[in-house]
């Protein structure tokens, strides 16, 4: 069994270097330079209410991490190791962000299908599409009290 956490400010720089290992290795591609340049300066000062870090720790190896900036409108991304897919920890890991927000949103390729049945698994509606960062489709979906009215600024980010 795996434990989920959330990353505190006090803690934040003591795992830091993990996640990025993991967003790098085991995001196959997915999380944009944009995410991950955005993270590697993210510093222990710049974690606040705005920012929830979710962690999924198993026999104190991380193996997964979930994160949402201003809902998601600024940035959200989530990575599973890859030997841990298929066992929930992603949808355990999106779960809790929803139970903790009152609104979440997130851009999924439409090429990615395992990150879409993951959102669709967690009940998220697809609301709209756009030309992503790599120039695919990319669906926009929310949960919980989403708005279309924010898609304006998700789409600039």
């Not at 590697?40 to 209410?49: G, P, R, T, Y």
């Not at 992603?90 to 962000?97: A, D, H, I, P, V």
Request: aromatic letters at 10%; glycine letters at 4%; proline letters at 2%.
């Amino acid at each position: 069994m795996f434990k989920i956490r959330e990353v505190q400010k006090e803690t934040f720089e003591r795992v830091k270097n993990a996640i990025l290992k993991l967003l790098k290795i085991h995001g196959n591609n997915r999380i944009t330079h944009k995410a991950l340049n955005w993270f590697s300066k993210l510093q222990q000062q710049d974690i606040n209410d705005k920012i929830l870090l979710v962690i999924a720790i198993k026999n104190n190896n991380l193996i997964g991490v979930c994160l949402f900036y201003e809902y998601g409108i600024k940035e959200a991304f989530i990575t599973v190791h890859s030997n841990f897919r298929n066992k929930n920890v992603g949808k355990k890991l999106l779960e809790y962000c929803i139970t903790r927000l009152p609104k979440i949103y997130t851009r999924i390729a439409t090429d990615n299908i395992a990150s879409l049945k993951l959102a669709f698994s967690c009940n998220l509606v697809a609301f709209d599409i756009f030309k992503g960062p790599t120039g695919k489709p990319t669906l926009i979906l929310g949960a919980k009290d989403w708005s279309k009215d924010d898609v304006t600024k998700i789409k600039e980010e």
